[in-house]
């Protein structure tokens, strides 16, 4: 006999998710015991992660842990930081406070520091209680948010604390995406929920409908496919409409079909509201975040305290659940589904709505312009000005919905609009800032096909050339802005910001080396886009082209003419203003300065350029001036600086989308690694600098071919089947000597290498490097004690030195060779030390030693138990070392020439 089904049991137990609590559980133990750890969870929407999390929490919050929760929503892209700053200050007591979050406001224009703050409060909490970090839907979550996690997770791994991520999957070019994935990359472990078995949704479905499920029953929720959200829906509507009999103990479903798309059935639910509960309904479902009911009320144009009682009503329903003063959707899905099903026409009008409720509630530009886009028709002049003021607002901050709004901006323009060119040039800029280069590619080429004048031809080839660079595809750069040249009736403007951009190409790579070994080249299309520039008035082409040329000097050897042209470049731009300091000239400027030794000059450039850079919002340049101070601080022999320092570069790269930033790091940390010793870390790292090289980035491949010489250096110590073959760096050398020009003192090193590889003719090839670095920077005295000490390696002889040492200069670096300028100042120190075979000998024969490979070694006589050896490199000095009886063979090297 059939029966009704009971009354509602109540929220459902955690089904299916059993192993996955468990895994929680443990990392929630374990950071009580002081490791901190990382969870990121993801699946499709509605299996179960809320639920997960909401149950994790509850039992961190029994053991005593603080618990800080935040859920992102749709719209906290818009406004940078709202995810995490809106977790911290929930817990109890909150992480952050009021006086917190006006600091933390305060220094939004400088990321890291913001870093540095929420470091030091989360760290300084933890001290007395472990800390549980809940973010919720975290693939809406803001730019700035997913670059903080990134960069606290990692900061943060000395403190109890446990951060949990939860979300949908990642759209491929989302910020969030690449801070979980160096976050996995970086020990984070991902548990990813697939559907629920059959068991388990047969578990759920007794629970939901308090009998066992039947055939039908089991065919429904067999179309829910394993999500636990869907499959309590249909549950739900069908008990609702009293579809649903049970007969012994089996609930069985009455005849009639249910629609095969459930989230129509889902939307068909809002019809029993009221009039006024479906437009409150459908107004929050088109803001697409919490909302209050005023915001609503202006939306739909009903007066708020006719919104009260549909307010109420669709929390009875369960539609809507209350959040503080605020209103949101029960689940992600609902929204989705009434949004849905509103009618195309329909659409438009509340977000025309909302767009103007928001502006005047003075929200972020970009959240009202965001509706606009969305409510907007072709040719809205108004709406047109709107999206382009806010994308110009948030580009800074936030790249990626800069470049959603730039891309509606195009849309709703008309072809024949004058201002379309500069809203192209804007939109593929934006999209190359925020890696999205196959969207940026595919409006370039749509774009390309349909300009219809040589002056719209030009200024699209110019964003798309830029666009192009960005991204490090410099044969590519070069060909298209070749093309835009070859056009006439080009205007003069256009001209200038082409050939600036040839200039820059040029000098990064863009002809292979010794086709333009002196950059004539490069230095000719910068002269030429000064000249242009100065022709057309622009302070902004003119910097621009000056940098060019500062650069293709410091790269020919130039130095003293590179940092002329760089002081002149960066007066401009001061005097100018505008967009010339976008081109941030102070970052060529600082590496001028540090090639020409003037390290306390190029700090302070760096420093200054990098401040003046997060004023102006330009996200690119920052990474790049960080990378420029790591090297200063290599030159200076500081490699646990260096080290930080380019490693927040390589992270600041990545989540900028910047590959050619990022393979400058990736191959400078290789570098830092060798000196540690640590060779495993750095054949990783220039086997990924490497594919990215192989992709298509072609940037400085002169400083990824000396890393790999320095590596196989350093592994032939141990392994002489390493050592060098003689390719690679030694096929450019001496016609570009680029690497030399921005470090001297590896001219001596690269011959070292060479002599003790068996390469005398590339050994040859890099003294000549040094030579002629010295020909072109007379005034640069490490360039001229280089070349001595080359000469003094390939002759063999020790006068040859000793005229080093009467230079009196010091090459700086922490490379380990022996620098006969440096060891004439050390021999004179009037200090005991120890012979080679551990005898003391006084000051006086101290002072006729020299410091040799870290050790004095003496100029006359030798203590007892020394021995010589010939020099294997063939000059003239003695191998020198200790031999004692039983004691294993070690290497030795020459006393003069290191060897």
Known sequence: MFGTLGPDPGPAPLVGRQDALKVLSAAVCAATSGAAQCLVVTGEAGTGKSR???ETARGAAAQGMAVAEGRATELDRLSPLVTLVTALGNGTPPVLDEPDRVELAARSAVPYRQTSLLTERIAAYTRSR???????????????????????????????????LAGRPLPEASAMRVAVEGLVESGARSLALDPLSDEAVEELTAHTLGARPGGGVRALAAGAAGNPFLLQELLRALREQGRVLVEDGVARVTPGALPEDFRAQVARRWRHLSPAARQLTEAGAALARPFAIHEAAGVTGVPVREMTAATEEAIAQGHLVAEGTLLRFRHALIREAVYDNLATPVKHAPHREAGSVLAAEGRPAAESATHVAWGARRGDAQALRVLRDAADSIVGVAPGVAADLLMRLVELGDPGDPDRPDNICRALSALSFSGRMDEAMELAEAELAAASNPTALATVRHGVAAALKFAGRTPEVLTLVDLALADRGVPVLNQAQLWSLRAHTLVDGGLPAGEDPGCEAADAAGAEAVRLGGAAEEPAAVTSGLTARSRAALAAGRVEEAVVLAERATGIAEQGGGEARWHAPRRWLGKALAV????????????????????LGVPWAVPRLRGHRARLWLAAGRITEATAETEATLNSAISLGAPPTAQASRTLLARLAILRDDLSSARALLAAAHRLADSGVRVADDELLLADVLLREAQARSDPDAADRGDGLWAILPDWIRPLCYEPGLGPELVRIALRAGLPEQAEHAAAASRLLAVRSPRLASAQAAALHVDALLSGSPGELRRGWDCGVRLRGPWPWPGPWRTRRRSRRTVTRPWPCGRRRSPSTARRGRYEGGRYEARRGRGRNCAPWACAAGCRGRRTGRRRAGAASRRRRCGWCGS
Do not use: K, M, N
Request: no cysteine; glycine share 2%.
């Open 52 to 54: 997960l999390l909401a």
């Open 130 to 164: 472990p800390l549980l970090i809940v973010l919720d839907d975290v693939q809406w979550a803001d730019e700035a948010t997913a670059l903080l996690v990134r960069s606290l997770v990692p900061a943060l791994r000395d403190a109890r604390v446990v951060w949990l």
């Open 596 to 615: 020409s030794e003037r390290f306390a000059e190029a700090e302070a450039a760096f420093d200054l350029g990098q401040r003046e850079a997060e004023r």
